[in-house]
């Protein structure tokens, strides 16, 4: 009988457990899958319109406010380079958090 040169070894209980969650987690889909049934496309361009929202927003009102805080204090345009970014930022982050709580 001729061996393998690589030695088949057990794979350590932290990969055991993090394939058991899995599983379990892709049963628990399915089953809500099936219970609940797809959401209708009303539905899904209701999320992409939430979402969109949930970007643009803060984006907006940082650009606002930096235009504000750029006349009051004549800086160019300081502050509406810093708050466009930071409501992108926030923007993502609102959206990333709402879709993460979606999924689950």
């Known amino acids: 009988m ?21 599983i379990q987690t892709r049963q628990h889909r399915r089953e809500t899958w ?3 049934g797809e959401r209708s496309i009303g539905q899904n361009l209701a999320m992409v319109g939430m979402i969109g929202w ?4 803060p984006i907006v009102a940082g650009m606002f406010l930096g235009l504000w805080l750029d006349r009051v ?3 160019g345009i300081f ?11 926030f923007g993502c982050v609102f959206a990333w958090k709402r879709l993460s709580q979606e999924r689950s």
């Not at 061996?3 to 990969?15: C, G, I, M």
């Not at 949930?54 to 927003?57: E, F, N, R």
């Open 2 to 22: 001729i061996e393998s040169p690589v030695k088949q070894t057990k794979p350590p209980a932290e990969q055991l457990d993090i394939l058991r969650k899995s």
């Open 34 to 36: 099936e219970r609940e």
């Open 54 to 57: 949930l970007i643009v927003t």
């Open 73 to 75: 204090f004549d800086s």
């Open 79 to 89: 502050w509406t380079g810093a708050l466009l970014v930071l409501g992108t930022v």
